[in-house]
């Protein structure tokens, strides 16, 4: 292992300083502080360059892009929330006039038929009482023919049952107000 790299004394060469002691850490040697420097302050301004020039514009005019874009949606979504308000409100207007309307319609409509109802339950009415007029004039014709028939029934009933009874004719006039007493009551 040795022989491919040199004696133990070669190996341990750039770790340790002539005289056996240890070198510092290089970026801390006093020799190269001054070039380290430099080059420190050349990275710093060309980071700094590139930064400032390229990047930063870059982000910014993303950044920037992306808040009018946002500003622009929020924009838009304000005034589509105030037309769909709008749209609501007329909408609500609309369905309550449409509502109106329907109870006006429904009102007129309950008046036309209750009237119509009215007017027929009247034509009916006066109908009824035409039947009813006919017929109790019909029940008192008939009553009176009837009463007639009774009279005259019972007058030949009582004559006959006088006849039978009594062998004699009866006297018309005392046999009528005869039934008739007995028909009053």
């Known amino acids: 292992m040795a022989e491919g790299h040199g004696d133990a004394k070669g190996a341990t ?3 340790a300083a002539d005289g ?4 510092p850490f ?4 006093k020799e190269t502080f001054a070039s380290q420097l430099v080059s420190l302050t050349i990275a710093f301004v060309a980071l700094y360059l590139i930064v400032s020039k390229i990047i930063l514009p870059r982000v910014g005019g993303v950044i920037e892009e992306r808040q009018k874009t946002i500003e622009g949606d929020l924009a838009a979504a304000q005034k589509l929330k105030g ?4 749209a609501l409100k007329a909408y609500e207007a609309e369905l309550a006039q449409a509502r109106s309307r329907a109870q006006a319609i429904g009102a007129e409509t309950r008046e036309k038929l209750n009237a119509a ?5 009247k034509t009916l009415e006066q109908r009824l009482a035409a039947k009813i007029a ?12 009837a009463m007639g028939n009774v009279r005259g029934i019972a007058s030949e009933a009582a004559a006959a049952i006088v006849q039978q009874l009594a062998g004699i004719q009866p006297d018309s006039k005392a046999l009528d107000s005869a039934v008739n007493a007995s028909i009053k009551g």
């Open 13 to 15: 060469a750039h770790t």
């Open 20 to 23: 056996g002691h240890k070198a």
């Open 117 to 121: 109802a009215e007017a027929e339950r």
């Open 83 to 86: 037309e769909s308000d709008d």
């Open 134 to 145: 006919d017929a109790e004039k019909t029940i008192s014709a008939t009553r009176t023919a």
């Open 26 to 29: 290089p970026p801390f040697q």
